[in-house]
Antibody, heavy 122, light 107 residues
């Protein structure tokens, strides 16, 4: 069965960086893209960007460009999202999610990780 | 960016009620609309895509409709496990955008 398992909760100081992992299983990693979505506690969902599992091409939301790097390791079927220059308003749950269609940048997400809470506090 | 506006933001309903949630896009999205259900402390769950296509395993009491800029999620007979927050999301263009959510609470 398809599974996306994310790394554990993190506590970071302002200005630091965090790298969240999303280890996948149960499907051919290189055939599907991975999207990252964040959710500030008590608020809605925000799309951060997408990375191809095939060739690592990314499409990152403008508000995160320059601070977010998305990468993959096809040898371990794992996707990563690094957020730099953390601020207190970056405190959120970060989710990875799989595109529901293979081989295309479809933009609908059928399997999700459990979420990783990143707390930014001095 | 395409703005997605859901209404209402919250509603109270009883088990067995018919519930309708509306999602309006700031421009036409050609049925490129998905609906998700999220329960507290859990990841969102995909319910429908392409405005009306029910995902495998999702109960048939959930249905979607609409076209152009206006879309609807209907729960025909609300069940106890349906109390949750529902989000619409457009997949028409990048950046993908979500509605602000509709919280369905027990009356």
């Amino acid at each position: 069965q398809v599974q996306l398992v994310q790394s554990g909760a993190e506590v970071k100081k302002p200005g630091a960086s965090v790298k969240v992992s999303c280890k996948t299983s149960g499907y051919t990693f290189t055939r599907y893209g991975i999207t990252w979505v964040r959710q500030v506690p008590g608020q809605g969902l925000e799309w951060m960007g997408w990375i191809s599992g095939h060739n690592g091409i990314t499409n990152i939301a403008q508000k995160f460009q320059g601070r977010v790097t998305m990468t993959t390791d096809t040898s371990t079927s794992t996707a990563y999202m690094e957020l730099r220059s953390l601020r207190s308003d970056n405190t959120a749950v970060y989710y990875c999610a799989r595109d529901s269609r293979s081989g295309t940048y479809y933009g609908v997400f059928d399997y999700w990780g459990q979420g990783t809470l990143v707390t930014v506090s001095s | 960016d395409i703005q997605m506006t859901q209404s209402p933001s919250s509603l109270s309903a009883s088990v067995g009620d018919r519930v309708t949630i509306t999602c309006r896009a700031s421009q036409g999205i050609s049925n490129s609309l998905a609906w998700y259900q999220q329960k507290p402390g859990k990841a969102p769950k995909l319910l429908l895509s392409a405005a009306s296509r029910l995902e495998t395993g999702v109960p048939s009491r959930f249905s979607g409709s609409g076209s152009g800029t206006d879309y609807t999620l209907t729960i025909s007979s609300l069940q106890p496990e349906d109390f949750a927050t529902y989000y619409c999301q457009q997949s028409y263009s990048t950046p993908r955008t979500f509605g602000q959510g509709t919280k369905v609470e027990i009356k």
